[in-house]
């Protein structure tokens, strides 16, 4: 079956600066990236996505990259503010979602 | 509101009683899945529906667990003889066939097993 691995598991940023998450992946056959993010307590939050044909897509101060060949898939986020705080998970699927284990995002003022 | 919604949202049992959750997708979706999450990790995945089709289940779904979804619109997941390693938040999501694969979160249930 799938397996993702996700890095750093805690990740503190100063306010204004940018933060990067990185994932990789077992399964070639996973067609689709999606990144969630949870606040303490409340559902994950889809936040963006990327399917396999396609290697970059942002949002806003959001973007996330693909490499297939390589099988990784990472989140950048810009000028970070304080609401970025949270745990951030990453997953690979063709069907059901195998997530990462998680980032936790600090952003200090 | 017309996101996914489940029910209970908190359930506390005893070791070796039963429990069944519910929950309701949102109305144009046709995919249903379950996942299990535990603190400081990341949902699993326990299985999923395609309308009223059972069509894939995890190998973390051990016999005491069983789901439905009878007229391919709510689903229940049952727990028999409850465990106190069964204790954890379980997420139901949905999606739309169409749209791919993105996955909407329902809040989930906590369960606690004394």
């Known amino acids: 079956g799938e397996n993702v691995e996700q890095h750093p598991s805690t990740l503190s940023v100063q306010e204004g600066d940018s933060a990067v998450i990185k994932c990789t992946y077992s399964?070639?056959?996973?067609?689709?990236f999606p990144w969630y993010k949870q606040e303490l307590g409340k559902r994950p939050q889809l936040i963006i996505d990327?399917?396999?044909?396609?290697g970059e897509k942002k949002d806003q101060r959001i973007a996330v990259t693909l490499n297939k060949t390589a099988k990784h898939f990472s989140l950048h986020i810009t000028e970070t503010q304080p609401e970025d705080s949270a745990v951030y998970f990453c997953?690979?699927?063709?069907?059901?979602?195998?997530f990462g284990k998680g980032t936790h995002l600090i952003i200090q003022p | 509101d017309t996101g996914v919604s489940q029910d209970p949202r908190h359930k506390i049992t005893k070791r070796g009683q039963n429990v069944t959750f519910r929950c309701d997708p949102i109305?144009?979706?046709?995919?249903l899945y379950w996942y299990r999450q535990t603190l400081g990790q990341g949902p699993e995945f326990l299985t999923y529906?395609?309308?009223?089709?059972?069509?894939?289940k995890s190998r973390l779904l051990s016999d005491r667990f069983s789901a439905e979804r009878p007229k391919g619109s709510f689903s229940t997941l049952e727990i028999q003889r409850t465990e106190q390693g069964d204790s954890a938040m379980y997420l139901c999501?949905?999606?739309?066939?169409?749209?791919?694969?993105?996955?909407?979160f329902g809040p989930g249930t906590r369960l606690t097993v004394l």
């Open positions: 529906f395609q309308n009223e089709a059972q069509l894939e």
């Open positions: 999501a949905s999606s739309q066939y169409e749209s791919y694969n993105e996955q909407f």
């Open positions: 990327i399917r396999s044909n396609v």
């Open positions: 399964d070639s056959a996973s067609n689709y």
């Open positions: 109305s144009e979706h046709n995919r």
């Open positions: 997953a690979a699927s063709m069907r059901g979602l195998t």
